[in-house]
């Protein structure tokens, strides 16, 4: 199960079963990968598109707010674009899922369907859905650009949280502050390191010793792989520039 954090972005992944030989990482221990924290991927209360689910859950809100982030929000942006250029074009009713989940969590990742859930019991501010769909996003860009076996290769896994938190903002100065967490030296690093732990053994039934390995593992090489942003974007004005000098470098090979 995952931990009591409330708000809480998380990864899960496919639950197939693995085949003979992909089964190392997993032997012996009967996981669910996380789906337990978001039910509505194998029962839903109300019939998809009812007057029920219209009027007894947050949907309606929770697709206005995404919306308004994939028009607005510079992290999206540059990530759409960026999995466009690779052939991974992202549709909103395709690619998408408001759903009820676990109170723990805010959003996911499911590598079987290419589909990110966004948590609309969970999300009702515009802030967190654009830090909730940057920090998906981050993962299905992973998911598109490399072979990532997010089932049974822990590096993988732990390399794609490590940098949906360090690209994310989920480690912003101002997030930081709200969470009372404070500290100087190589604060950021800390906090992606921690939020990356967390998200692992949220969805892996692994002992925290085994995952803090992987993480100290991986840490260096994917902390500084800031694709597709090419720097860590710290704040929207940032992202901004970061969007900015994506589309010039686009246009630039366009007119080659």
Known sequence: MAPSEENKENLFTNKQAPDDNKAADSEGKDEDFGYGLYPDR????????????????FKHKCN???????????????????????????????????????????????????????????????????????????????????RVDWFSNFRHLACSE???????????????????????KEHHQECVRSRALRSILAVRKVSREEAERVVDEVFDSCFNDHAPFGRIPHSKKDAKFAQRDFENRDRYHANL
């Open 42 to 57: 194998t029962r839903r209360k109300y019939k998809e598109g009812s007057i029920g689910e219209s009027l007894f859950t």
């Open 64 to 146: 206005i707010m995404l919306q308004f982030t994939l028009d607005t929000s510079p992290y999206a942006k540059l990530l759409l674009g960026a999995m466009r250029n690779s052939g991974c074009t992202v549709y909103k009713d395709r690619h998408f899922s408001c759903e009820d989940c676990d109170g723990t969590v805010s959003g996911g990742f499911d590598a079987a369907s290419s589909q990110i859930v966004l948590c609309q019991n969970n999300i009702h501010q515009q802030a967190h859905m654009n830090r909730v769909v940057t920090h998906e996003l981050i993962h299905a860009f992973d998911h598109c650009r490399a």
């Open 162 to 184: 490590i940098r949906a938190a360090n690209l994310s903002g989920d480690c912003s100065f101002v997030n930081e502050i709200s969470r009372f967490n404070f500290g100087l």
